[in-house]
């Protein structure tokens, strides 16, 4: 039987453009999950470099780490924070067309 062989994948050998990894992270946005957004930031992160980004966001490398990973749970202020210092942008849109009442 032959064998099969893989190698890693990492997405953020695939985040070249602003582009890129705003259309990542909206689809991470999309999904709903707060970990799995969690883990797209820090993979955008990652392709940025994570020293600068956390340089810019004013979070420890370590910390950014740590929060940005799958199993973290970073406060919305780190979110935002890391957001700006990664030249990307959140924006708000009706879900389906509805109106609040």
Known sequence: MAQTTTTPWDPADHLHTHEDMAAY???ALEDGD?????AALGDIARAKG?????????VGRESLYKALSASGNPEFATV????????LRLHASPAR???AS
């Not at 994570?50 to 004013?58: D, W």
């Not at 935002?80 to 030249?87: H, Q, Y």
């Open 80 to 87: 935002l924070k890391v957001i700006r210092a990664l030249g």
């Open 34 to 38: 707060p970990a799995l957004v969690a």
């Open 50 to 58: 994570m020293t600068g980004v956390s340089r810019a966001a004013g």
């Open 25 to 27: 992270l909206e689809a």
């Open 97 to 99: 067309n509805e109106t």
